[in-house]
């Protein structure tokens, strides 16, 4: 292929409407369950709650007179070993099945490659679904492409509908959960700041995110934060988030067992009280946890901010998303009710060498779903 035919570019707000329609474009996958992320019809605003500044890097064929491939880079401030640092997120990279195992995405590695050592970010983040083998294996090996490549954790994203957790063994009466309002925002702010920088990659929210559903929460309500408290102390925050007014989760399609079997597994899904596989096509009503910051990761107060969230959203129609990662001491606790989710979170990096170090120590990080 001619160097010539291939134009990569990087776009910036106000995007162009067809590289807009190239992200809404159907993909094929192999996949069992092919959800689709369609972000509505402002898609600039929709792109907020990923990140504080985001730009488009694309790759045209101009041959073709189309789009080859595509990736969403966004930046947002979090907190890296207790101090607050800038790191970019990739989200949506596609690459048409035409153009794939080609060059076209070693175009869009070198174009993003010279975008990001540009930059101050500390770090690149970026997930992969689990059974995606082929794009696991070649992050994994094509350093040349993104060098000081190296995994940064497995997670789960649970998809549920409203469940008590009923283990005794962590009742604790001491603790006492409130909804948040508007006169609790400086010490929710306070709690944010002096817990959050203990927990790596957690976000630096300001109190306009919070209080007023903007910037990073676009669309958050306060009301939707649940403050845990023990001897009148703040001692832990769990909140959900619904997006539907800025994007949302689609059915795209599934393969030929799940179709065949769906009428029966959908009937044992409904026995226990899980969510059902709907019909193609099908918009998603998902509810995502966010702000979920528990003081020494208690697991008593985790479990009584759930199930107060739970309680209040018991008769609704809607489905809760909440990611963890592997070794979450959470996850036994709302594994047993869910459909389940796997994902590998790589990080890369072209800055100075003394930032090697420090991306060597980032243990145990914090991943939200709602903002990726």
């Not at 306070?190 to 957690?202: A, D, I, P, T």
């Not at 903007?214 to 669309?219: I, K, M, P, R």
Request: aromatic residues 14%; proline residues 3%.
């Amino acid at each position: 292929m001619s160097s010539l035919r291939f134009s990569p570019e990087v776009f910036t707000f106000p995007l162009q409407r067809d590289i807009i329609s190239f992200f809404e474009e159907e993909e094929k996958s192999n996949a069992k369950l092919v959800y689709k992320l369609e972000r509505g019809s402002d898609f600039q605003e929709a792109l907020k709650v990923e990140g504080l500044t985001s730009v488009v890097l694309g790759v045209f064929d101009n041959v073709k007179n189309q789009f080859a491939g595509a990736m969403i880079c966004s930046s947002k401030y979090v907190f890296i070993n207790k101090k607050k640092s800038l790191v970019g997120y990739i989200s949506s990279l596609k690459v048409k099945e035409e153009y794939k195992g080609g060059v076209v995405i070693a175009r869009l590695m070198n174009l993003f490659k010279e975008y990001a050592n540009d930059k101050e970010n500390l770090l690149w983040i970026f997930s992969v679904f689990s059974d995606n083998h082929k794009a696991i294996q070649f992050f994994h090996k094509e350093s040349k492409f993104l060098p000081l490549i190296s995994p940064l954790c497995k997670t789960t994203t649970y998809i549920f509908k409203p469940f008590l957790i009923k283990n005794t063994q962590y009742i604790n009466s001491t603790v006492s959960i409130k909804r948040a309002n508007e006169k609790d925002i400086a010490l929710i702010m306070e709690f944010l700041s002096n817990e959050g920088r203990k927990v790596n990659l957690f976000p630096y929210y300001s109190k306009n995110d919070v209080l007023n559903g903007d910037g990073l929460l676009q669309h958050f309500s306060i009301n939707n934060l649940y403050l845990a408290f023990q001897q009148e102390k703040l001692i832990g925050v769990m909140g959900t988030w619904d997006q539907s007014k800025l994007r949302w989760w689609k059915l795209q399609d599934y393969n030929k067992i799940i179709k065949l079997i769906r009428p029966a597994l959908n009937f044992f899904l409904k026995i226990f009280n899980m969510p059902l596989i709907p019909c193609k096509g099908t918009i998603v009503p998902y509810r995502y946890f966010v702000l979920t910051l528990i003081k020494d990761e208690d697991v008593n107060v985790f479990i009584a901010l759930f199930n107060k969230i739970m309680a209040d959203n018991m008769n609704k129609k809607v489905l809760f998303s909440m990611l963890l990662r592997e070794n979450s001491v959470y996850n036994k606790l709302i594994t047993c009710r869910s459909i389940k989710m796997k994902n590998t979170f790589f990080k890369c990096s072209w800055n100075k060498e003394e930032n090697t170090k420090q991306l060597k120590t980032i243990e145990d990080p914090y991943i939200e779903s709602g903002s990726l």
